[in-house]
């Protein structure tokens, strides 16, 4: 019961707290985005090619930003300035995790919506990373993918076994 403020067995027996989405959002875009690694990174479907996907990212302070297909393609749009695979994913964020907290994740000093938080950073003239994580960030959509396909089910899965059941010495 998310509303009430009363934690299910679940929620307090597990080690991150589950946050539910700001609003519910479309996956059809923009079918992953996380706040990790000191970035806001995702994927993000290619609106000209079914096959193809973008694994997009803005660093946290700095803004520096890195696009490319999931076959280490740059993306064409990403030079200079933030493409629409980017904007797409800052949108999405704000869509599933609030303004305030991705505004607050990637220390911009922004308020209101998702367009406040991208004029912020690009006022800053924000410069181009690597894409170096694109790999990582695009094995967790897979591993991600791979958890959706599993049949509805409480009981324990197998590779997170490894985490200690609650009030384990």
């Not at 992953?32 to 193809?52: H, K, M, W, Y």
């Not at 959509?141 to 089910?153: G, N």
């Not at 324990?156 to 010495?169: H, R, S």
Request: aromatic share 8%.
């Amino acid at each position: 019961m998310h509303g009430s403020g009363v934690l299910s067995v679940w929620e307090k027996s597990s080690t991150v707290r589950v946050v539910p989405p700001a609003r519910p959002r479309k996956l059809a875009k923009v079918p992953f985005v996380e706040l990790a690694d000191g970035r806001l990174q995702g994927v993000v479907s290619s609106g000209s090619d079914i096959g193809r996907v973008y694994v997009s990212s803005v660093a946290a302070g700095s803004y520096a930003f890195a696009c490319s297909t999931n076959n280490n393609r740059p993306c064409g749009g990403a030079r200079g300035w933030f493409c629409n695979h980017i904007r797409a994913l800052v949108g999405e964020a704000v869509l599933q995790y609030g303004v305030e907290r991705v505004a607050r994740y990637l220390r911009v000093e922004a308020a209101g919506d998702a367009n406040a938080v991208l004029d912020a950073m690009t006022s800053t003239h924000p410069g181009q990373a690597d894409s170096s994580a694109a790999a990582q960030v695009f094995s967790r959509f897979l591993r991600q993918l791979a958890y959706l396909e599993l049949a509805p089910s409480t009981a324990p899965l197998p590779e997170m076994q490894w985490f200690p059941t609650t009030g384990a010495a």
